[in-house]
T-cell receptor
């Protein structure tokens, strides 16, 4: 049973470009959480999605950031017009419905903005 | 808002026990977690404890929860060099609105041979 998959593992973007981060949850998991980890810090919650629904986006920056989890395919975290401060590791976690207390994390995407 | 605090660094000798401490402020926390992060890797769920429990043991790991003091600890018995990593404490309300984890800043455990 494959774990949570994230790609790419490393992403380099110039300021002003767009970054697309993908997350495929574990088999049987339909809940996805995105977290951001700035250097030398803990993880901060960004957004919680279920299939085709954003449940809680209280941790998302108000501009440039968006997330989706379509009926088919991976969850996407999209950052438009990236700035240097967006450089971080972005992790997604997945869980089964009714078992949100057990979240399993992917290996993360390390975004570097030059 | 919620706040989770951990000490930054812990150094132990191989074979000793390690104790990593964590304090939290949200009295409505339902679940408390310990995750392990090795360099360049994602987070590995080590163990979690439900808030109505005082202790949970899993092989070399023992979690103690003092709900009155909002204090959580992770004890690793017979610490090995492979245990060197960053350990994150996290809490969540796990209500119907989801289970957003609030993380501490992490404790870097260094195990000396």
């Amino acid at each position: 049973n494959a774990g949570v998959m994230q790609n790419p593992r490393h992403l380099v973007r110039r300021r002003g470009q767009e970054a697309r981060l993908r997350c495929s949850p574990m088999k049987g998991h339909s809940h996805v959480y995105w977290y951001r980890q700035l250097p030398e810090e803990g993880l901060k919650f960004m957004v919680y999605l279920q299939k085709e629904n954003i449940i809680d986006e209280s941790g998302m920056p108000k501009e440039r950031f968006s997330a989706e989890f379509p009926k088919e395919g991976p969850s996407i975290l999209r950052i438009q017009q990236v700035v240097r401060g967006d450089s971080a590791a972005y992790f997604c976690a997945s869980s089964r419905p009714g078992q949100d207390y057990e979240q399993y994390f992917g290996p993360g995407t390390r975004l570097t903005v030059t | 808002g919620e706040d989770v605090e951990q000490s930054l660094f812990l150094s132990v000798r191989e074979g000793d026990s390690s104790v990593i401490n964590c304090t939290y402020t949200d009295s409505s926390s339902t679940y408390l977690y310990w995750y392990k992060q090795e360099p360049g890797a994602g987070l590995q769920l080590l163990t979690y404890i439900f808030s109505n429990m005082d202790m949970k043991q899993d092989q070399r790991l023992t979690v103690l929860l003092n709900k009155k003091d909002k204090h959580l600890s992770l004890r690793i018995a017979d610490t090995q060099t492979g245990d060197s990593a960053i350990y994150f404490c996290a809490e969540s309300p796990n209500n119907n609105a989801g289970n957003m984890l609030t993380f501490g800043g992490g404790t870097r455990l260094m195990v000396k041979p």
